[in-house]
């Protein structure tokens, strides 16, 4: 129906409302069974030129589930790369020794060059602040499983606009879809970047102090939360600006949703993993679902 | 017959005499016939928060014989520990990813923490000076193997016995036999501490360099060696305080096992490595079948 | 017919022309079908004792493809060598919780000393500057893809003859095969030793700055290029010492192909990647089919 073999999965921006749902309805399938011949003989490659435990380990699962092996690294000091081989040198190589390239690195617009480089698949795993498909999905394929649709939803997005990957994702992927109300809480230097804007989307700017209030007056249906990086927290000496408690959950409609990407620091606390919405432990385990589709529908 | 699926495996003590003949005897099947599609589609969790080349791989290994997957990590600056993830948050992550974790940590009860965080088996690989089940099921098939009985042996334990926990459990695991004699021959600053002590267990302090007509004198049938860590070496200057050598083992009856968990440095010489009785490699190996029956059981 | 189970991969000298002839096949082979149940069950372990990530992922790729896992490691810090274990332990070890020990080794005869050492097959990955026998072959399939033959060829070796091993391989390999003709491309400091040198090879000793025009009179089948490492650059303010670029290309006959193991830097020009008959990353991926077969062979 939808072609998928051979295609690279570079950003949310590259799919059609279709092609989105038909993923979410394969992560589903596998979800429900396990299908551990279905790649088999095949080799993914995961090339992180940063660290991400959460990514990695989930692709890396995701690919001996589904009955693949793996190669590829993510300490760059052990690789060629030490004796000052090129990005593209090793991607071509790597490309050589495997079936698809799941790639995560620093800089905006790698994953692109990757795919330019090569032949075979390849899978943005994140690309500096810009794209991070297979996170989008999770999260999209997240807020379906709780609510049965993915329109008329108001969310809050919590932390930094201008830097953080996961919500320019959510922005794009929620977009897609009808009549979704997205607002950007964030303290002033950190508003969102006029690229990722759109109608659906706007800043409610605001002392972090008063972020339970501003939640609770909003009434949304999703509280999505991200971490403030340190290098982005004003003046060394200051804590950490805001942080999600269950006295912010309490004043919240009985039914939002609490996600993070993980890993969490400061901004939520360990109090709300009781609160049976907080789904973002769950939101984990679903990238795995995510990512055997992809791999699944790109081999 | 016995229960084991999805049980945590923290510690020696929690298995009845039946029930680690049980394990032993699904370990000598395991040895016997390979059984590549046993774990098909399922992942082992490897999270090693301390190195062990011995421990870490031959979990890997044992996992893959198996047809299972693994992921993990033994090297903690690339995963999220380093942006300031939790502890609990990396085994909720990791149990979201994977059937089964496998941890190794140096800090006592970490393993018991992991066991109560998640919902999926845990392994424990060595917690600090307390407990490694696999290595005391390992040793207890190893001495099954060559005297065909786990009871009526007199074993000399020879090292550190207050910090080394290979040790501990051998005492444990030994005392769930009848009739077995310990004796733990060591210098007298490291002298078994009185909660690993009981009606089996006798210390034997000595000056080490006594130690080759101690042991003559004491006639075992099995002489289970430990290092002792440098840091617990008196004086920086002085000399490794005890090795066993041929000169030792010429000694000793001649069926007497010489067992070593390895890595050795000092305190064994290669030339034993000669001597028909010397099974420390074979232990090694015995681990791996050890390992594929707890991965089994738990699955 | 020819005996390979159980046999140590540890130079090309221990292979007549009839084996390497039946190897070549046998990658042939695995390179039209994949074969993912082939090594189900077995276990390799990867050694690297010094950073290769062209090497180490092509025979962990070549290991999986044929249904085999993984074990090893190619970061010494993380084993237990840290506790001061001897090389011959770790691998005693390591040989107990697997099926074949592929070895990367700095030293000269480690490999060999490997074999001595354990009973399972041993695969030298490379021993300092001496043998690396699965590149030598993947040289020979590569020049056996493109000309049909093994013999009756011309080939210029350009770089550093003295240290690089895939030189030395490159001889022995194409001295099994009649009529072949090798030069020696290189500074008058870095000739060959005398113990590589044989009655197919000479060495053509000039100044670097005349390499096109040498090239170019020579009229080669093949050049086999190789860095010339850093630290036998002369004087640390100059220049790497030649570059392969377009323009040496164009004056080479329209079918010499050019070869590099990579990784590369300074020495051959990313313009040269469009030459329809730059085949050094195809090379890249007939090493994978090399070490399918040998891994195949030994097991």
Redesign the interface.
Known sequence: MYKFKGRDILSIKDFSKEEILYILKLASKFEKK????LL??K?V?TLFYE????TH??F??A???L?A???????I??????????F???L???A???DVIVIRHPNIGSADLAAETVSIPVINAGDGPNNHPSQTLLDLYTIQKVFKRLDNLKVALVGDMKHYRTFHGQILGLSKFLNNKIYGICPKRLEMPVEFKNKNYQDVVINMKDLDKTLADLKPDIVSLGRIPKEYIKGNSRKFEFRITMETVKKLPSNTIIMHP????DELD?GVDEYPNAIY??Q??NG?YIREALLALVL
Chains 1, 2, 3 share one sequence.
């Open positions: 396990v299908n551990p011949n088999k003989g080799i490659a660290p991400s435990t959460r380990q989930s890396s699962s690919a001996q589930r009955g092996g793996v190669i590829g690294f993510d300490n000091n052990v690789t060629s790369i030490k004796k000052g081989e090129s593209q040198d090793t071509r190589i790597m050589n020794l495997s993980l890993p969490r620091i360990i432990f769950q984990a385990k795995l």
